[in-house]
Structures are given as C-alpha cells and as structure tokens.
C-alpha cells in the first residue's frame, strides 16, 4: 500500500505543491460517486477473489471540508453487507501541465488537472455474516474546467483508463486476519499476473472462478445472460 501511494505521489508526474487548502472547498463526491458499479472491479485476498463494490451516498462534512461520509454494499461470492465510514483528504497534488499527457482530441482545455488522495475506513455491518474493515489509500483524478470540478476522464478511451482507485486491506472482524483489497473504476490497480487485458480489462482465465467468469463471457464472447448478470443490481 505505501509503496504504492508513493509511486503514484512521486513518480507519475505530480507536481511537489499541496493544494488541499486551495481546492478542498470543492465537493470532490461527485468524482467518487461517477461511476456505475457494474464498472467498479476489486479482488480480496491473494487468490484474486472477486468483490464487489457499491458506493450509495458519499457526503461531505460542511464542518470538516477535508472529510467526506460514506455508506455502501459490498459482494463477496454473494454475501452482500452493508459499510460505513469515512474518507479523508491526504493530499491534493496537480500535474504540471505538461507533465499530462492530453489526448489531442480533447474538447476542453482544463485549467487544472489532479489528484485527490484520501485515507479510507469503512466499517461492515457486524450483524451480518462475514465482515470486516476496510482501510487504505485511494486516489481520484479529476480536472477543473471553467471553475467546475469533473471527474477525469479525458483519457476514456486509453487503454489504461482508470480511476477512484482504492489500495489497501479488509480486516476480519471475527478473526483479525487481514487481506489484501483493492479496487477501481475500469481496472484493479497493484496487482500483477491478474489481468490479461489489453485495450479493455479481462481477468486472467485462471481467475474465472474467483468470480470472473461472466467478464469474460459477457464482453469478450458477447454473451447476452452473462452480460445481463454484469448489469444486475445485486444491492
């Protein structure tokens, strides 16, 4: 986790400045809450073990700008559980403007592009069945076009496209035990020898029954029962 929240901090371009104090009067919910659930793709635990996440309400305390309310469903192998918790603003870092690689294509010329870094808690309702904590680091790009915040996704159609990515562990309440848990929007970041994809994201087939199996079925053999499960509101 650290080491990862490092390589995003130092080696992707990011200028050094911190811009919390700037910009944390923007309400960054809407970049966390922008995308659907059926394109939010997490694993648990070393074996690659598909979760699923669903963010409800993300909600800014008007008193502590720098922290955000969170309540949500996560899916494991079916289990559905609820989550509370809490979001805080680490840093904000922009990118030099010519440190971004911008599409030429792009219709807006953004007058800044960033980072907003954030530690995250989320507790799972104990009187359900097996649930845990979440805690770690997430990081959500987003740019401020003409005064207005927009989640980023100046880069949709990259390869690489990804964001709102969470990097971190659940820890079992009733065991103590931890794993490794992280997801994103579009891809599942630090992992290795997991996804197979190339232009979009395509588990690894050895992963298919970890959970994954309708991925590759619903948009690589364009499978219409496969595709529908995907797309099914499980919360």
């Not at 954030?118 to 680091?137: A, P």
């Not at 848990?181 to 690894?204: E, K, L």
């Amino acid at each position: 986790m650290d080491n990862w929240y490092k390589f995003y901090l130092n080696d992707l371009g990011l200028g050094i400045d911190e811009h919390k104090s700037e910009l944390n009067s923007f309400d960054f919910s809407s970049v966390l809450l922008k995308t659907h659930s059926s394109s939010i793709y997490g694993v648990i635990g070393d074996d690659m073990q598909r979760i699923k996440i669903k963010w409800i309400s993300i909600n800014k305390d008007p008193f502590n700008p720098d922290t955000y309310y969170a309540y949500g469903k996560t899916n494991v192998k079916g289990n559905v559980c609820e989550f509370t918790g809490v979001l805080k603003i680490r840093t904000i870092r922009l990118f030099p403007k010519e440190e971004y690689d911008m599409p030429s294509s792009s219709k807006v010329n953004p007058e800044k592009i960033g980072v907003l870094f954030c530690d995250y808690n989320l507790v799972e309702n104990k009187r359900q069945l097996h649930t845990g904590v979440f805690k770690g680091v997430s990081a959500s790009e987003f740019y401020i076009h003409k005064g207005k915040l927009f989640y980023n996704d100046l880069r949709a159609s990259a390869d690489d496209m990804s964001n709102n990515l969470f990097v971190g562990e659940w820890i079992s309440n009733s065991t103590k035990k931890s794993k490794i848990c992280f997801w994103g929007d579009y891809r599942v970041p630090n992992v290795s020898g997991f996804d197979c994809g190339a232009a979009v994201f395509s588990p690894c087939s050895k992963f298919d029954n970890k959970g994954w199996d309708d991925i590759d079925e619903a948009y690589n053999l364009n499978d219409q029962e496969a595709l529908k499960r995907e797309l099914e509101e499980w919360w």
